[in-house]
C-alpha cells in the first residue's frame, strides 16, 4: 500500500512514484520509467525498462548497470516533460553527476534530493537549492555533533599524515568509496607527495570518469609483485583493507576517511590508525541549510537519523514526516 506525500508524489513497494506520469525516482525494484538521481547502488538499481540521469551519470549507470541499458542523459536544468508533468534535475553535490529531481504538476512543485553534500568539493556540481513546496531529503548526518571542518582544513591533515608516512617510509593506506570519495580525496589531495595506488574498483570507476572526461585522476594499479611502498598511498573500499590484498603493504599506517569518523571510537571499531572526517553527505547545518533554502513547507525524511530529524524539523515550523525506503546514505560505504 503506498504512503502519499502529496497528489504528486507517493511512496510505494517499488520507491517513489509520480502516478500523473507513470514515473519512478529511485526505485528499488524493477519499473518501466525509472529517473535516477546518482549511481551509487541503493539509488541506481538494475531491471529498469528506462532510465533518465544525468548526462555526467549516464557512463556511471551504463558501468554498473551494463552496457546496454535504455539510458537517457540530461543536463542539469533542463526540462521534460511526461504526460503534462514537468521535470527536471538539478545539482546535488553529492558525487559526480548526482541530482535532485524537480516535480512539477498543476502549479505543485517537490522535489526528490537524493543524497546530498552543500561543501563544495570541487569535482561534484556544487549543490544548488531548488525553490518548491515539498522536499525529499536524506538525514544520514541529522545530528547536532555532525559538523565538518572546511573541506581544505581535513585534506591538511590528510596531506601531513601521508608526509609522515613518506618520512617514516611506511605505505599509507586510505579507505575511500570507489565512486564519489575517491574521486573528491583524489582532486583534492597534494600528488606531489608521492606515488599514489588504487584497488581495482577505484581503478576502474576512475577509468570510466577519465574517459567520459568528467575527471583527471588515474591512480596506479597496485603491482603484487612489489615488495617496497614506503611513502606510497594506497587508496581502497573498506573491503581492501580487511582482506588478504592489504597485506602485501607491510608496516602500512592505515587511515579511513568518512563522516562516520566524527564518532567517538569509530576509529576503533574500524580497526585503522587514523580517521578523518570527509563525507559526501550534508552535516547538521548543511541539512538545515539546504532544506530552509527551498523554501518548502512540507519535509519528508527518507533514511538516516530519520525519526530524530523529523522531530527537530516539526519544532522548526515545518510540517515533516518519516518515511521507510531501501537507501542507505553513507552506510552503504560502511559496508563496501
Not at 520509467?33 to 538494475?46: L, P
Not at 552543500?118 to 549543490?127: L, R
Not at 608521492?194 to 594499479?221: C, R, S, W
Amino acid at each position: 500500500m503506498s504512503q502519499t506525500t502529496s497528489d504528486l508524489l507517493q511512496f510505494d513497494t517499488k520507491g517513489i512514484y509520480c502516478r500523473q506520469a507513470d514515473v519512478y525516482i529511485d526505485p528499488w525494484r524493477s519499473v518501466d520509467k525509472a529517473i535516477i538521481t546518482h549511481g551509487h547502488s541503493d539509488h541506481a538499481r538494475s531491471g529498469s525498462k528506462s532510465y533518465i540521469c544525468s548526462k555526467q551519470s549516464v557512463p556511471i549507470l551504463r558501468h554498473r548497470l551494463g552496457s546496454q541499458i535504455n539510458v537517457r542523459g540530461v543536463k542539469y536544468g533542463e526540462t521534460f516533460s511526461v504526460n503534462g508533468v514537468t521535470f527536471s534535475l538539478h545539482p546535488a553535490g553529492h558525487i559526480i553527476g548526482s541530482a535532485q529531481v524537480r516535480v512539477e504538476y498543476k502549479g505543485e512543485i517537490w522535489v526528490a534530493s537524493g543524497d546530498y553534500k552543500t561543501q563544495d568539493d570541487g569535482i561534484s556540481t556544487a549543490f544548488t537549492p531548488v525553490k518548491c513546496h515539498g522536499f525529499i531529503t536524506e538525514s544520514t548526518f541529522g545530528l547536532p555533533i555532525y559538523n565538518w571542518k572546511p573541506l581544505a582544513d581535513t585534506i591538511q591533515d590528510i596531506n601531513e599524515w601521508w608526509s609522515q608516512c613518506k618520512d617514516d617510509n611506511r605505505p599509507a593506506i586510505i579507505t575511500a568509496y570507489s565512486l564519489g570519495k575517491a574521486q573528491s580525496l583524489l582532486h583534492n589531495i597534494d600528488r606531489s607527495i608521492g606515488p599514489i595506488y588504487g584497488h581495482g574498483a577505484i581503478n576502474k570507476m576512475n577509468t570510466v570518469l577519465i574517459e567520459a572526461g568528467l575527471f583527471d585522476v588515474q591512480t596506479l594499479d597496485v603491482d603484487l609483485e612489489k615488495k617496497d611502498y614506503g611513502g606510497c598511498l594506497i587508496v581502497t573500499p573498506g573491503s581492501g583493507l580487511n582482506s588478504k590484498w592489504a597485506d602485501n603493504f607491510k608496516s602500512a599506517s592505515t587511515a579511513s576517511a568518512s563522516g562516520w569518523m566524527a564518532l567517538r571510537g569509530a576509529r576503533r571499531r574500524r580497526s585503522v590508525d587514523r580517521g578523518f572526517v570527509l563525507s559526501d553527505h550534508a552535516d547538521w547545518k548543511g541539512l538545515n541549510s539546504a532544506i530552509k533554502a527551498t523554501g518548502a513547507s512540507k519535509v519528508i525524511v527518507t533514511h538516516g537519523y530519520q525519526e530524530l530529524f523529523s522531530k527537530w524539523l516539526n519544532t522548526q515550523g515545518y510540517e515533516a514526516l518519516t518515511q521507510k525506503t531501501q537507501y542507505e546514505g553513507e552506510v552503504l560505504e560502511a559496508v563496501n
